[in-house]
């Protein structure tokens, strides 16, 4: 230590040796090797010698391997520490109470607060930073992009690389951190890069200012403005209402008055209702009184119209404009088997009777369409019991104020012998048939001679073709 110290180093080693000297002694070694090293000359130290305390004269270069660089320029103060370093022991005294100053200083700050080197690895850390990160000793000289505060309150990198681009301090304001599930804190991050005497970057400084409460008081001031806000809308609006409200009272006054007049004339117009209703009363008593009598009336030629019903010898069937069943009298019930309620509404000639109704079809029509007032004709059928019959069926329109709105068929069972054209549906063509038929059997029995034969042969045709009226 007495000795000169040697100069123009490029690199000097020094490995678990200063760990075994006080703190005086390594502060005066630490100054000589600072001397010793060329401007980009590197120290090589041991695993336990962090040199934290020295940054004014050496800047971490890999504090996971304990290489620095020295500082290139060191201000007067420490030139001056320096210079007095070997011959006083004053000073060397004075420079490490300094430093163990600084250092309790640092620590001691009520504001968690970090440092970094100009690699982004962790360099110092004060109590409250480290009880608040939950960072150990172990962690010093780690990347900071490996450790939870990088991601934990906000996104440190853009922040950092901000400010050492620009040189100037930057501000993240309202950081949530959350702590536990319980508690939650909102921090100021103020990242200041530290600038060497040339303007170089040596590091950054982190502090986290905990703004919780008066993030807090913000929001309290927020949410009272808010309240304020809509105490004070909804004050107009009640304002508002009222005033509404007085000018509906005032129109309401006004209608009570119409309404109280208007009231009193329909008293009166009541009054005269009254004296009308009662006269309206007087005459329903009299139209119900001829409504009875006329019911009466329609109750004796209904019962008289059933009577004549039941009394006619013939089945009588009405059929509506589509030809479904509309009246049905006993009399078809006796020869074909289905009540009224049975075939009432359904189509005529979807009936299961034991008759060929698809023959009724021309005669129906034909009464429809107005073509014919009558028709009639012979059809052989199986009556209810299934004995066979001759059934005569006459078929007329029915027509109500001269509009055709239906078909009306009689039926009857004709007794005797039928002749051949009693059983054919007497169409057009056929009636055509029978006249020539009758007319030439007229003709052979008025030019044939006297005689049994001929006389015999032209009555048979003409019973047997009569010709049609």
């Keep these: 230590m007495q000795d000169a110290p040697i100069s123009r180093l490029d690199l000097l080693t020094c490995r678990n040796t200063l760990m075994y ?10 100054d000589r090797f600072h001397f010793a090293l060329n401007n980009d000359g590197f120290l090589f130290v041991g695993k336990a ?3 934290l ?4 004269l050496f800047n971490p270069v890999s504090l996971k391997f304990r290489v620095f660089t020295k500082v290139a320029k060191v201000n007067w103060r420490d030139r001056l520490v320096l210079t007095n370093s070997v011959s006083s022991s004053r000073s060397a005294n004075f420079f490490v109470s300094s430093l163990r100053l600084r250092d309790e200083a640092f620590d001691a700050s009520p504001v968690p ?8 690895n962790l360099a110092l850390a004060n109590r409250e930073a480290r009880s608040l990160f939950n960072l150990q000793s172990q962690n010093l000289g780690r990347p900071l992009g490996e450790l939870e505060l990088y991601r934990h309150p906000a996104r440190l990198e853009p922040a950092i690389e901000v400010a050492c681009a620009t040189r100037r301090p930057v501000v993240l304001a309202d950081i949530l951190l959350e702590v536990s599930e319980e508690q939650r804190l909102y921090l100021e991050i103020h990242i200041l890069p530290i600038l060497d005497g040339t303007g170089g970057i040596i590091g950054v400084n982190i502090v986290f200012i905990d703004v919780s409460q008066y993030h807090s008081l913000r929001e309290e001031l927020d949410r009272s ?4 806000e809509t105490a004070y809308e909804e004050l107009q609006t009640s304002n508002e209402e009222l005033e509404t409200t007085n000018e509906e009272l005032q129109s309401t006054n006004e209608e009570l008055e119409t309404t109280n007049e208007e009231l009193q004339s ?4 009541l009054e005269t209702m009254n004296e009308e209703l009662q006269s309206s009363n007087d005459e329903l008593q009299i139209a119900n009184e001829q409504l009875r009598a006329k019911s009466n009336e329609l109750n004796r030629i209904t019962v008289f119209v059933e009577s004549i ?3 006619l010898k013939m089945g009588m069937a009405v059929l509506d404009t589509r030809f479904s069943v509309q009246l049905w009298n006993s009399r078809m019930t006796e020869l074909w088997g289905l009540r009224s309620e ?8 979807d009936l299961d009777i034991n008759l060929s109704v698809e023959l009724l079809r021309t005669p129906i029509r034909a009464c429809q369409n107005e073509s014919s007032d009558y028709e009639e004709i012979v059809v052989p059928s199986l009556d209810r019991r299934g004995r066979s019959i001759h059934c005569r069926i006459i078929c007329m329109p029915l027509k109500i104020e001269n509009q055709s709105e239906g078909v009306i068929l009689l039926m009857e069972e004709k007794t005797g012998r039928m002749g051949f054209v009693e059983f054919c549906l007497p169409c057009r063509p056929c009636q055509r048939l029978f006249a020539n038929l009758s007319r030439r059997a007229k003709l052979i029995q008025q030019t044939s001679p006297p005689g049994p034969s001929p006389t015999r042969r032209g009555e048979r045709w003409t019973k047997l073709f009569p010709l049609p009226s």
């Excluded at 305390?53 to 004014?56: A, E, K, L, T």
């Excluded at 607060?113 to 982004?120: F, W």
């Design 21 to 30: 000297f006080n703190v005086e002694t390594q502060a005066r070694v630490i």
């Design 49 to 51: 010698e962090m040199l």
């Design 225 to 228: 403005t808010q309240e304020l």
């Design 309 to 311: 019903l039941t009394s």
């Design 113 to 120: 607060h970090i440092v970094t080197d100009a690699q982004y």
């Design 53 to 56: 305390s020295q940054v004014s």
């Design 342 to 349: 049975e075939v009432q509404g359904f189509f005529f000639f």
């Design 266 to 269: 329909t008293n009166e117009e």
